[in-house]
C-alpha cells in the first residue's frame, strides 16, 4: 500500500451539484488542465522523486504542503539533469557531499525545486495560459485556486494535442527549430547533462557514424532524452554496478550511447502539425529530430505546436 503521506493525488471529488456550481466560474483552461494531480511532499528524496516520476511517466511533479495542500514549488527532470550533473545544482553533490552520489540522491526535493513559481488561475482562458507558457519558456504550469491550492495543472501537451485542428494543415518546416544542437555516441553522460541544461534542452540528437566528417555531423544514430538521464538514475543496475560512490565515476564512466534510443522516431518537413500531433499522442513523446534522407535537418517540439496553435 502506498504511503500517503508521501504522495498526494488531488482529485476533485463532492457533490455533482457543487462541482456544477464551481465549474460554471472556471476558466475554459480547466476544460482541459489534468485535475488529478499527483504531487509530492518537500521531504521526498531525489532519488525517490524520480522513481515517482518514472511510475507515472510525469516529466514535473508539483511540491504541495502535505497539511494545507498549498502548492510549494515544482520539481522537473531538467531540475535532476541539473543535480546530476549539468547545472548549479550538481554543487550539492560537488561540495556538499563531497562527490557522494549516493548519500546526495537522499537529500530533500526541496533542495532543488523551484519556489519561485508562475501560476495560472482556475479562472484563467486558455489564451493567457499560451500566452504565459510562451513567454515564460514553461512546459507546464499549475493551476490554483483562490487559495493558493493545487487546483489542477496543464502542459504543453494538454494545450497542443487540444488545439492542433486549428492549425492542422501547417506543416512541419513552418515551425521547426533549424538550429540543433547535436553530439556523438561517446560523449559522457556528465557533458551531455551539461549540454542539456546550459542550452534548455529536453532532447539531444546523436549523430555521427560516418567515416566522411562532413555526413557524420548529420546522420542520425539515436536520440538522448531528459526521460533517459531520469530513468538511469532510477535504474537498479546503476546501483548494482557502482564501483565507488563517487559521482564523477558515474557521470564520466557512463556514455550517452549506454542509455539513449537507437531507433527514434523521426518526421520528415512536409508532415502537416495535425499528424505530427497524433504522433506525439500515440507515441507519448514531445518531440522528434526532422530528417531529409540521412540528414538531420531540424527538431520540433511540443513547443514549436503551441506557436502554431497561437497563431489563431
Same mark, same amino acid.
Given at each position: 500500500?502506498?504511503?500517503?503521506?508521501?504522495?498526494?493525488?488531488?482529485?476533485?471529488?463532492?457533490?455533482?451539484?457543487? =462541482?456544477?456550481?464551481?465549474?460554471? *466560474?472556471?476558466?475554459?483552461?480547466?476544460?482541459?488542465?489534468?485535475?488529478?494531480?499527483?504531487?509530492?511532499?518537500?521531504?521526498?528524496?531525489? %532519488?525517490?522523486?524520480?522513481?515517482?516520476?518514472?511510475?507515472?511517466?510525469?516529466?514535473?511533479?508539483?511540491?504541495?504542503?502535505?497539511?494545507?495542500?498549498?502548492?510549494?514549488?515544482?520539481?522537473?527532470?531538467?531540475?535532476?539533469?541539473?543535480?546530476?550533473?549539468?547545472?548549479?545544482?550538481?554543487?550539492?553533490?560537488?561540495?556538499?557531499?563531497?562527490?557522494?552520489?549516493?548519500?546526495?540522491?537522499?537529500?530533500?526535493?526541496?533542495?532543488?525545486?523551484?519556489?519561485?513559481? @508562475?501560476?495560472?488561475? /482556475?479562472?484563467?482562458?486558455?489564451? &493567457?495560459?499560451?500566452?504565459?507558457?510562451?513567454?515564460? =519558456?514553461?512546459?507546464?504550469?499549475?493551476?490554483? +485556486?483562490?487559495?493558493?491550492?493545487?487546483?489542477? @495543472?496543464?502542459? &504543453?501537451?494538454?494545450?497542443?494535442? !487540444?488545439?492542433?485542428?486549428?492549425?492542422?494543415?501547417?506543416?512541419?518546416?513552418?515551425? #521547426?527549430?533549424? *538550429?540543433?544542437?547535436?553530439?556523438?555516441?561517446?560523449? !559522457?553522460?556528465?557533458?551531455?547533462?551539461?549540454?542539456?541544461?546550459?542550452?534548455?534542452?529536453?532532447?539531444?540528437? @546523436?549523430?555521427?557514424?560516418?567515416?566522411?566528417?562532413?555526413?557524420?555531423? %548529420? %546522420?542520425?544514430?539515436?536520440?538522448?532524452?531528459?526521460?533517459?538521464?531520469?530513468?538511469?538514475?532510477?535504474?537498479? &543496475?546503476?546501483?548494482?554496478?557502482?564501483?565507488?560512490?563517487?559521482?564523477?565515476?558515474?557521470?564520466?564512466?557512463?556514455?550517452?550511447? +549506454? @542509455? #539513449?534510443? %537507437?531507433?527514434?522516431?523521426?518526421?520528415?518537413?512536409?508532415?502537416?502539425?495535425?499528424?505530427?500531433?497524433?504522433?506525439?499522442? &500515440? *507515441? /507519448?513523446?514531445?518531440?522528434?529530430?526532422?530528417?531529409?534522407?540521412?540528414?538531420?535537418?531540424?527538431?520540433?517540439?511540443?513547443?514549436?505546436?503551441?506557436?502554431?496553435?497561437?497563431?489563431?
Amino acid at each position: 500500500m502506498k504511503d500517503k503521506t508521501s504522495i498526494n493525488r488531488k482529485s476533485n471529488t463532492g457533490a455533482v451539484e457543487r =462541482q456544477t456550481k464551481v465549474h460554471d *466560474k472556471e476558466g475554459d483552461i480547466m476544460a482541459i488542465a489534468s485535475r488529478d494531480v499527483v504531487s509530492i511532499p518537500p521531504s521526498k528524496s531525489i %532519488k525517490d522523486t524520480a522513481k515517482v516520476m518514472m511510475e507515472h511517466e510525469f516529466r514535473r511533479l508539483p511540491i504541495t504542503d502535505p497539511g494545507s495542500g498549498k502548492l510549494l514549488g515544482i520539481v522537473t527532470v531538467m531540475d535532476i539533469l541539473d543535480f546530476f550533473g549539468g547545472g548549479k545544482k550538481f554543487n550539492i553533490i560537488e561540495k556538499k557531499y563531497e562527490d557522494n552520489f549516493l548519500a546526495a540522491i537522499n537529500e530533500p526535493v526541496k533542495e532543488i525545486m523551484t519556489r519561485d513559481l @508562475i501560476t495560472e488561475s /482556475n479562472k484563467s482562458s486558455i489564451g &493567457e495560459t499560451i500566452e504565459t507558457m510562451l513567454a515564460n =519558456q514553461l512546459g507546464a504550469i499549475p493551476i490554483v +485556486d483562490a487559495d493558493e491550492k493545487l487546483a489542477g @495543472i496543464v502542459t &504543453e501537451r494538454d494545450i497542443a494535442l !487540444s488545439l492542433a485542428g486549428v492549425a492542422g494543415k501547417d506543416t512541419v518546416q513552418d515551425y #521547426m527549430s533549424p *538550429k540543433v544542437f547535436t553530439t556523438t555516441p561517446g560523449t !559522457s553522460l556528465g557533458d551531455a547533462c551539461k549540454i542539456m541544461v546550459r542550452n534548455g534542452l529536453r532532447r539531444i540528437p @546523436i549523430v555521427g557514424g560516418e567515416a566522411d566528417i562532413s555526413k557524420a555531423a %548529420k %546522420k542520425l544514430l539515436g536520440i538522448l532524452t531528459s526521460t533517459d538521464v531520469v530513468k538511469f538514475l532510477n535504474a537498479k &543496475e546503476l546501483f548494482d554496478n557502482l564501483n565507488s560512490n563517487l559521482a564523477s565515476d558515474v557521470l564520466d564512466q557512463t556514455k550517452i550511447s +549506454d @542509455i #539513449m534510443a %537507437k531507433e527514434p522516431i523521426t518526421v520528415e518537413p512536409t508532415m502537416t502539425i495535425g499528424e505530427l500531433c497524433e504522433l506525439f499522442a &500515440e *507515441k /507519448n513523446i514531445g518531440g522528434v529530430p526532422v530528417v531529409k534522407g540521412d540528414d538531420v535537418i531540424g527538431i520540433v517540439t511540443e513547443r514549436d505546436v503551441l506557436n502554431a496553435v497561437k497563431r489563431y
